[in-house]
């Protein structure tokens, strides 16, 4: 309760927005790479706070929401044989495949598990010799080390019965290829806590430098947000680009060695899709040759599985910053969380599902202009109010 008390002051939240105000004199574009950062900003109405011209765009930060759809197609052909034990976590079983999701597979009667680790599926290939075990590994840079670890520990202990479906993607690739878009209209990032508490900050300077653009390391709490957009305003304004931590409680320079090393033996640096915006050259790891044998994909033929994305799904204009999920023509109507066209809708990190739950049907009009005197946690308390008919149909995480 600590932090949830002390980082959302309204106070001092109040002398932020007023420090923001002060120091902006131009309009500017930042984008933040983490799903729950924008689930932190749409809740308690922070973009709508901020001074005129000051817009936060939201990036590809939802692990579940890049995963790409052969994937789920991959996982749902391994979940639907008769030999296996499928184990992932809760926010993946609703992501819909080409057809189906992994909630529909369970019911015509796949062993479908979740699961609040990868040990507890590790767990679960000792207790069943007989049978084989998958465990869905996705996310990005946060997820990964307990994922290689335990792939570590099944060979160590010689469990064979014990593989990995791996869909692990990289953010500092993917803000490149953001920057490299010929549409991009970011000025500047809000680097996810969680990915740098692993791996610090040392892939970042050659990323702010070549693109001239600052990129601030913040947390998830409402000050913690406006304390990065602090950062950066005052970075842009001053034509400065660095690399700033401002969340020093959790990251340090170095990150995790330890996670790291175990990251660099288990996995290997690989080319990865996104769903929705396409192949990021060295954004993802798959498993290195020492641990294939450990690799789902290869273990049950799966690799040859291609897919095309629904046409009517605008996810992979939101992911990449390009609209705000309610200029999608079917948001709130055709794509709603208990019937999604995209993984934005589903995932309980997702922009989509964080617009449809606090009630972003639109955009904010003159009433709602920004620059409105007001403190961010009370945004939140209305936010929720106006949203609690609707939480009930976002799922949740596992």
Known sequence: MRYLEEFSDPELADRLFADIRATVTRPWALMEVCGGQTHSIIRHG???????????????????????????????????????????????????????????????????????????????????????????????????????????????????????LVSHVRVPPAIDAIMNSPVCRVQAFLAAGHVCTVMGLDEYPELAARHRVPIVVTGFEPLDILEGIRRTVRQLEAGEHRVENAYPRAVRQDGSPAAKAMLSDVFEVTDRTWRGIGTIPASGWRLSAKYRAYDAEHRFAVTDIRTEEPAECRSGEVLQGLIKPNECEAFGTRCTPRNPLGATMVSSEGACAAYFLYRRLAEPGPATARGTTGTATGTAGSATGAANERAEEVTSVG
């Open 46 to 164: 922070i973009d709508q706070l901020l001074p005129d011209g000051v817009e936060l765009i939201h990036g590809p930060g939802c692990p579940v929401c890049v995963t790409p759809l052969e994937t789920i197609d991959k996982a749902l052909e391994i979940a639907a044989r008769p030999d296996v034990i499928f184990c992932s976590f809760g926010d993946m079983l609703r992501v819909p495949g080409s057809g189906k999701d992994l909630f529909t597979v369970k019911s015509e009667g796949a062993d479908v598990r979740v699961v609040y680790s990868p040990l507890d599926a590790l767990g679960i290939a000792r207790q069943h010799p007989d049978r084989q075990v998958v465990f869905f590994g996705v996310g990005f840079e946060t997820t990964a080390p307990p994922n290689a670890m335990t792939v570590y520990q099944a060979r160590t202990l010689g469990i064979e019965n014990f593989s990995l």
